[in-house]
């Protein structure tokens, strides 16, 4: 069975610092795909990156990168120079096949970050 | 912009009440999603839809039940609801077919069930 493992249940950086946000999986998929998701206190869930698995360079959006590990089935969200906005829940997840139409997102369990000034 | 709405941002309910919680998404998307994230266990798949009044239960679908009749519009059912379902519920939604597996969430529901 697939599994996400986010082994962080809260983060602590100083503004302008980089912090990494680790996430483990599991699967025999060979092919598979790995999301960030941020959840600020308002609730919604904002996509952030994306990471196929036969994608052969770590992917990068802004000041977010996903250092993939795919040996150690590791996808750790990267965040350069954080900043206040950055406080919030984030989430692994991965591409589920359900069936021959449809996929779904499995998460972790999600990891709180908290930037102060 | 993927835009998917969902009708309430906070509901209560009493015990025993039957509740609608609908989700509407305006890009064509075939698959939708509902969640419900608890604290501690991450966001959980209660119901997914990949086509018109075309369903599958997800991880917990004990005390949900959905409903797809028209392409843009998912609703989850509780058909009578507890307070163990008290929770935040997402909606999702996704299109395989255009090559972007990425899901787009609604605001969600915050519901409270007393």
């Known amino acids: 069975a697939q599994k996400i493992t986010q082994t962080q249940p809260g983060m602590f950086v100083q503004e302008k610092e980089a912090v990494t946000l680790d996430c483990t999986y599991d699967?025999?998929?060979?092919?598979?795909?790995l999301f960030w998701y941020k959840q600020p206190s308002s609730g919604e869930m904002i996509f952030l990156i994306y990471?196929?698995?036969?994608?052969?360079q770590n992917a990068t959006e802004g000041r977010y990168s996903l250092n993939f590990q795919k040996a150690r089935k590791s996808a750790n969200l990267v965040i350069s120079a954080s900043q206040l906005g950055d406080s919030a829940m984030y989430f692994c997840?991965?591409?589920?096949?359900?069936?021959?139409?449809?996929?779904?997102?499995?998460f972790g369990k999600g990891t709180t970050l908290s930037v102060s000034s | 912009d993927v835009k998917v709405t969902q009708s309430s941002r906070y509901l209560v309910k009493r015990t025993g009440e039957k509740v609608f919680l609908e989700c509407v998404q305006d890009m064509d998307h075939e698959n939708m999603f509902w969640y419900r994230q608890d604290p501690g266990l991450g966001l959980r798949l209660i119901y997914f839809s990949y086509d018109v009044k075309m369903k599958e239960k997800g991880d917990i679908p004990e005390g949900y039940s959905v409903s797809r009749e028209k392409k843009e519009r998912f609703s989850l059912i509780l058909e009578s609801a507890s307070t163990n379902q008290t929770s935040m519920y997402l909606c999702a939604s996704l299109s395989p077919g255009q090559g972007d597996y990425t899901q787009y969430f609604g605001p969600g529901t915050r519901l409270t069930v007393l």
């Open positions: 997840a991965m591409r589920e096949v359900l069936n021959q139409a449809g996929t779904a997102l499995i």
């Open positions: 699967t025999s998929d060979p092919s598979y795909g």
């Open positions: 990471q196929g698995s036969y994608d052969q």
